[in-house]
């Protein structure tokens, strides 16, 4: 009966995918938890309930969800918001968990409506800074604890009270939070069997226990943990006083979107891992049905996971039984081991998540700040700055309308040609361009050729990289018609890099034609030229690239 519904071929990979996803996800979640400002329980909570929900409706069969940083940053100022607007926590509940139930059920809506399909026209810049500022508010946040110290509500209080870090901190925390960083980035040379951020978490725990640190607060620990099934926290949620309403709507907004791009975003991962296609809207539904369950037992939410995910499938997981299995170990956790995670030191929680924001920061697109287009370099630094030391709203908001208007006004300077957007052609359907016939004709088999009309910016490049996709495998050499293209940003440079990453993984070799200035700067910048595409690639006109195919490959 059940094989209708499930292939047991699978099972042994899902169980050991999901043990693993489970065990990498544990001190995470805690440490997101903590981070929320609602403990480690809300974290265990968040990690159970979207791990468990988003896996069974989700779109994503490999896909495990949970707490992430960028959601528990976004929570944490949420629920600092509503501590300050209410005076206590007790008052700050209602609002704080509607919000979470709000989030979710956006995100159900967006996939109802198919909003997946339009995430993918974020601009890059503004994603990237957005990213960066979250990693950077994580490190920032976590200095005082991982120091032994209370810690602070925002990251422009760290820095007005930043010099009594060194009259005040715990010395002992300090060595327990430096042990767990070391373990972290140490022992995956060691062996890369057993999750590092795992035995970072027991042992640095284990070390502080023995040594009787736990003891009368010497090092601040998480403390006692609620025992058993959780309980609905639903008192007060139709009695919020209608002046909060605001602030609910802007947080949940936030939160559906950042859950949806996060997800979506590791589900392209998982695609590329296993070969499979992901259903988004379906995938929105889940995470969302997942988030409105955790909101009312009062966990934070979550998304998709991508470290659990990439273990997860590494392990062997390949069904969405994996993902369920992932949630319910840690709901195995929590029934049985939450005394002994009482004693865990904050600042080993510190020392986890530290190395967690630094992975979060964009790297590449920082690196690529003084090259790439100066409107893009700006976007980035602003919503960076803004999600840092500001609103996380407003960050965003700023960004998108910000990209929106550069773009404008450097397509209004390009000209009507740099207005013609929206079309990628090639022989898939259309006819060779006149000087392409007899080439074609002779060699459709192996010669594939694209042809771009107008900028390749941040609301064109999905479109782009879905055609990429759709060239054939038993396709040689693909050219890329650049005549028309005037200018690229941020978004287009790094869609065609990923774009030739992938062909070469294919085995197509890319050779790009009538290459302008802008275009051919910028690609030089970031080193796609010569890295990626050597210069005996680029061809001043296709007739080159012809004789090129012919004499060099023996077409």
Request: hydrophobic share 50%; proline share 4%; aromatic share 10%.
């Amino acid at each position: 009966m059940l094989s209708k519904y499930y292939d047991f071929k699978y099972f042994k990979g899902d169980l050991t995918g999901g043990l693993v996803a489970g065990v990498v996800a544990l001190p995470l979640a805690l440490a997101f938890g903590v981070q929320s400002g609602l403990g480690a329980i809300a974290g265990l909570y968040g990690a159970i309930a979207v791990g468990v929900f988003a896996a069974i409706f989700g779109g994503t069969a490999t896909q495990a969800s949970g707490p992430t940083g960028p959601m528990t940053v976004v929570s944490a100022a949420l629920v600092a918001s509503a501590y300050e607007i209410t005076g206590s926590m007790e008052a700050a509940m209602p609002i704080i968990i509607l919000t979470f139930l709000l989030g979710g059920i956006f995100q159900i809506v967006f996939g109802f409506l198919n909003i997946a399909s339009y995430v993918k026209y974020f601009p890059y810049p503004v994603v990237s800074g957005f990213m960066s500022g979250v990693g950077l508010i994580i490190i920032i946040l976590q200095i005082f604890p991982f120091a032994g110290l209370d810690p602070s509500k925002s990251t422009m209080d760290v820095i007005y009270n930043f010099p009594s870090l060194f009259s005040d901190f715990n010395w002992r925390a300090l060595a327990l939070g430096g042990l767990t960083v070391v373990i972290y980035y140490v022992f995956p040379f060691v062996t890369k069997a057993i999750p590092s951020a795992l035995v970072a978490l027991i042992v640095a725990s284990l070390v502080g226990y023995f040594l009787g640190w736990h003891l009368d607060n010497i090092v601040p620990i998480i403390g006692e943990i609620p025992s058993g099934l959780p309980s609905l926290q639903i008192d007060g949620l139709f009695s919020v006083d209608a002046k909060h309403y605001m602030l609910i709507g802007e947080y949940a907004t936030v939160l559906a979107i950042l859950g949806s791009i996060d997800s979506l975003l590791t589900s392209v991962i998982a695609d590329n891992m296993t070969k499979t296609k992901h259903n988004s809207n379906r995938e929105l539904i889940g995470q969302g049905i997942g988030n409105a369950i955790a909101a009312i037992f009062g966990g934070i939410p979550g998304a998709g996971a991508t470290k659990g995910t990439v273990v997860n499938i590494n392990s062997g997981g390949r069904t969405r039984v994996s993902g369920t299995i992932h949630g319910l170990v840690l709901l195995a956790v929590l029934l049985g081991l939450e005394k002994l995670a009482g004693f865990i030191p904050l600042s080993v929680l510190a020392g986890l998540l530290i190395p967690i924001g630094f992975k979060i920061i964009d790297t590449k697109g920082l690196k690529h700040l003084l090259v790439v287009p100066r409107a893009d370099a700006f976007v980035l630094v602003l919503v960076l700055m803004v999600t840092t030391f500001g609103s996380l709203i407003q960050a965003v908001g700023m960004g998108l309308l910000l990209a929106c208007l550069l773009f404008m006004k450097r397509s209004s300077d390009i000209g009507e040609e740099g207005m013609e957007v929206g079309t990628l052609a090639g022989f898939d359907g259309e006819k060779p361009w006149q000087d392409e016939v007899e080439f074609y004709e002779a060699h459709k088999d192996k010669v594939y050729i694209k042809h771009l009309y107008g900028p390749l910016f941040f609301g064109f490049t999905s479109h782009f990289q879905n055609e990429i996709k759709n060239i054939p495998d038993q396709v040689k050499s693909l050219i890329i018609r650049m005549d028309r293209v005037p200018y690229i940003d941020q978004s287009g440079l790094y869609a065609l890099e990923n774009a030739v990453l992938d062909l070469e993984q294919r085995g197509i070799q890319v050779l790009l034609t009538a290459v302008q200035e802008q275009p051919k700067d910028k690609l030089v910048s970031i080193d796609i030229v010569p890295d990626l595409i050597s210069e005996a690639h680029i061809f001043n006109n296709i007739n080159d690239a012809f004789d090129h195919l012919e004499n060099k490959l023996k077409l």
